[in-house]
């Protein structure tokens, strides 16, 4: 079953309970061990905010910069003539010196969604001058091969604003 498929008959594998645990091992170099920071998660599924008071929106505790991001799956979700506006917006709303930990799927460049998206990408959707730090992998879980995905492999890259 293709990505799309899933979302229409509510078949959402890559869904999970708990905080997953490769975000919880790479915290550290995402806050760069800051305590209360303020993480973002873009393209995170089923998460929904809503609040009543105009005043609590205006808030300064609601800013737009954050300490870090984890990004599982969100920029290779991203139509690949989308990409650029996509990290322009994750630049914007990281503070200056934020970490980023991104998840991507090691896919061939045919298929998608999710797309592939290569070290040299992120190198050059970020503006980095230097390739970004691969963190970490994992095969696809069990749940995910549903999708097609059996020896797919992902890989954790680390970039710094």
Not at 131 to 150: C, G, H, R
Request: with cysteine; proline share 5%; charged share 30%.
């Amino acid at each position: 079953m293709d990505w799309k498929g899933c979302w229409e008959k509510d078949n959402l594998p890559w869904h999970i309970e708990d905080a997953h645990s490769k975000f919880l091992l790479h915290l550290d170099k995402i806050t760069e061990k800051k305590n209360k920071a303020k993480i973002f998660f873009p393209l995170c599924g089923k998460v929904v905010g809503v609040e009543y008071i105009e005043l609590a929106l205006k808030h300064p505790t609601l800013e737009t910069n954050f300490d870090g991001v984890w990004d599982r799956g969100g920029l290779e979700a991203v139509d690949v003539d989308q990409r650029g506006k996509y990290t322009d917006v994750m630049k914007f709303v990281m503070k200056r010196g934020a970490g980023c930990v991104l998840e991507i799927a090691d896919r061939s460049e045919e298929e998608g969604p999710p797309f592939n998206v290569s070290a040299v990408d992120i190198t050059q959707l970020y503006d980095l001058k230097a390739p970004p730090e691969k963190v970490d992998y994992e095969p696809a879980s069990e749940i995910l091969k549903s999708m097609n995905v059996d020896g797919m492999i992902y890989y954790y890259y680390k970039i710094q604003s």
